[in-house]
């Protein structure tokens, strides 16, 4: 086979998809291997799986070029499979501890499944966007950012990059990191003009936001008030776009935190208003009327709309409600009622169950309260 | 002379459609790491030199 097998021409494009390794039986440093695997007749061929450390293929007898070629092309298709299922595995895993909250663990898992990837994994995307997520909701900004640097060239052109890119260039701005701010925010802009992308305006408006946040990291208020009046003109037409009232009511949040950006608080009110006819049963319409009332120092329409959606708000969000309200008596002058409030607020915290307790925001509450005091 | 260069740039091209599949001799915990950073399986001839 060496003379006339392995020198054909066909076989070359298997070079680098195999390790070759060639077993001389007499060699006194073969014993080992040997022992291991026991080769009753000369030639034999195996493929071995290194992994598992398991035999995916056997043939004792030597090999036509076409023979060969159709061994190697099956011991391949098999050792995917089986790296595949090895693969989807751990990525199943990862996911079901990012939805219990263990996302350091989560991490771990995703970034197993992504190194024991066999080429061409189509769930490399998910994978991905998965790790660099749970990496930030971790804490842990610096593996955000290395490993969001790492993966984005991988997954370029892909909606999996733009999310990538931009969580990476959110955890890089936290860690003031020049030189990985510029580099993610280069690529989050790429996967932004790529119109080969299919994008949801959602997707594309929290790329909007990071590279705004990434243009105020510079220090650059020209290109972030440009990139600000961009996003608020595209989350316009997007509404304008809307058939229903639910379609118009998913761009109401963006759309406040844009024009409270460009400090034009009172742009939100007619829509919010608009929110609040179409959808009286919701509390978000009037919680973020309060908002912008506020900024607009229009302190009782603020406590109004804040009326009106404690009258509708259950559940942990009540607390986020209570909190605009607390802050909008201080701005009000009234600090003895936003106290009160701020009691209120940790009070009702405390009573929800645990799972939907938000401790972190009840801690962060009675530092506050401690503050005022 | 005028058929002398096409002979030799015929056997020129013959010699480079030999293929160099990079065997490692005998060394099979090499194999085993070498595949397992590359993640691909090995391919193993068992064979004697008589």
Same mark, same amino acid.
């Given at each position: 086979?060496?003379?006339?097998?392995?020198?054909?021409?066909?076989?070359?494009?298997?070079?680098?998809?195999?390790?070759?390794?060639?077993?001389?039986?007499? /060699?006194?440093?073969?014993?080992?291997?040997?022992?291991?695997?026991?080769?009753?007749?000369?030639?034999?061929?195996?493929?071995?799986?290194?992994? %598992?450390?398991?035999?995916?293929?056997? *043939?004792?007898?030597?090999?036509?070029?076409?023979?060969?070629?159709?061994? $190697?092309?099956?011991?391949?298709?098999?050792?995917?499979?089986?790296?595949?299922? &090895?693969?989807?595995?751990?990525?199943?895993?990862?996911?079901?501890?990012?939805?219990?909250?263990? &996302?350091?663990?989560?991490?771990?898992?995703?970034?197993?499944?992504?190194?024991?990837?066999?080429?061409?994994?189509?769930?490399?995307?998910?994978?991905?966007?998965?790790?660099?997520?749970?990496?930030?909701?971790?804490?842990?900004?610096?593996?955000?950012?290395?490993?969001?640097?790492?993966?984005?060239?991988?997954?370029?052109?892909?909606?999996?990059?733009?999310?990538?890119?931009?969580?990476?260039?959110?955890?890089?701005?936290?860690?003031?990191?020049? /030189?990985?701010?510029?580099?993610?925010?280069?690529?989050?802009?790429?996967?932004?003009?790529?119109?080969?992308?299919?994008?949801?305006?959602?997707?594309?408006?929290?790329?909007?936001?990071?590279?705004?946040?990434?243009?105020?990291?510079?220090?650059?208020?020209?290109?972030?008030?440009? $990139?600000?009046?961009?996003?608020?003109?595209?989350?316009?037409?997007?509404?304008?776009?809307?058939?229903?009232?639910?379609?118009?009511?998913?761009?109401?949040?963006?759309?406040?935190?844009?024009?409270?950006?460009?400090?034009?608080?009172?742009?939100?009110?007619?829509?919010?208003?608009?929110?609040?006819?179409?959808?009286?049963?919701?509390?978000?319409?009037?919680?973020?009327?309060? *908002?912008? *009332?506020?900024?607009?120092?229009?302190?009782?329409?603020?406590?109004?709309?804040?009326?009106?959606?404690?009258?509708?708000?259950?559940?942990? %969000?009540?607390?986020?409600?209570?909190?605009?309200?607390?802050?909008?008596?201080?701005?009000?002058?009234?600090?003895?009622?936003?106290?009160?409030?701020?009691?209120?607020?940790?009070?009702?915290?405390?009573?929800?169950?645990?799972?939907?307790?938000?401790?972190?925001?009840?801690?962060?509450?009675?530092?506050?309260?401690?503050?005022?005091? | 002379?005028?058929?002398?260069?096409?002979?030799?740039?015929?056997?020129?091209? /013959?010699?480079?459609?030999? /293929?160099?599949?990079?065997?490692?001799?005998?060394?099979?915990?090499?194999?085993?790491?070498?595949?397992?950073?590359?993640?691909?399986?090995?391919?193993?001839?068992?064979?004697?030199?008589?």
């Amino acid at each position: 086979m060496k003379a006339y097998v392995y020198t054909d021409k066909s076989l070359e494009r298997y070079a680098g998809r195999f390790v070759w390794l060639s077993v001389n039986t007499e /060699a006194a440093e073969t014993a080992a291997f040997l022992k291991k695997y026991p080769i009753p007749a000369l030639p034999t061929l195996l493929v071995l799986d290194p992994k %598992r450390d398991t035999v995916a293929l056997r *043939y004792v007898g030597g090999a036509t070029v076409p023979q060969l070629r159709k061994m $190697l092309d099956d011991a391949e298709r098999s050792h995917r499979a089986r790296m595949e299922a &090895q693969t989807d595995r751990l990525l199943a895993e990862a996911d079901q501890l990012a939805s219990e909250g263990k &996302q350091a663990d989560a991490a771990k898992t995703y970034d197993a499944a992504i190194r024991t990837a066999p080429g061409r994994w189509t769930r490399l995307g998910r994978a991905a966007e998965s790790l660099v997520y749970s990496l930030s909701l971790a804490g842990d900004r610096e593996r955000c950012t290395a490993r969001a640097l790492e993966l984005y060239p991988r997954l370029k052109g892909t909606m999996a990059a733009a999310n990538v890119a931009s969580t990476g260039l959110w955890c890089a701005i936290a860690l003031k990191q020049d /030189a990985d701010v510029a580099k993610l925010e280069t690529y989050t802009r790429e996967a932004f003009d790529n119109k080969k992308i299919e994008m949801s305006n959602d997707d594309r408006s929290g790329l909007y936001m990071a590279l705004i946040e990434a243009r105020d990291f510079e220090g650059d208020d020209e290109g972030a008030i440009a $990139l600000r009046g961009e996003w608020v003109a595209f989350l316009e037409e997007a509404a304008a776009k809307a058939t229903t009232p639910e379609q118009r009511t998913v761009y109401d949040s963006h759309r406040l935190s844009a024009y409270l950006d460009l400090g034009m608080p009172e742009k939100a009110v007619p829509m919010l208003e608009q929110s609040e006819r179409d959808f009286p049963d919701d509390y978000n319409p009037p919680s973020r009327l309060a *908002y912008a *009332y506020k900024a607009l120092e229009q302190y009782d329409k603020a406590l109004a709309a804040s009326d009106r959606a404690l009258a509708k708000v259950y559940g942990p %969000r009540k607390l986020a409600v209570l909190s605009v309200r607390a802050d909008i008596y201080m701005a009000k002058g009234d600090a003895k009622t936003a106290k009160e409030t701020l009691v209120q607020a940790i009070e009702y915290g405390k009573s929800l169950p645990e799972g939907q307790r938000p401790d972190k925001r009840i801690a962060a509450f009675e530092k506050r309260l401690a503050e005022m005091k | 002379m005028k058929r002398v260069l096409p002979l030799a740039l015929m056997l020129l091209g /013959a010699l480079s459609t030999r /293929a160099e599949l990079p065997f490692i001799e005998n060394d099979y915990q090499r194999a085993v790491r070498e595949a397992s950073a590359k993640n691909v399986p090995i391919f193993v001839e068992a064979w004697a030199p008589w």
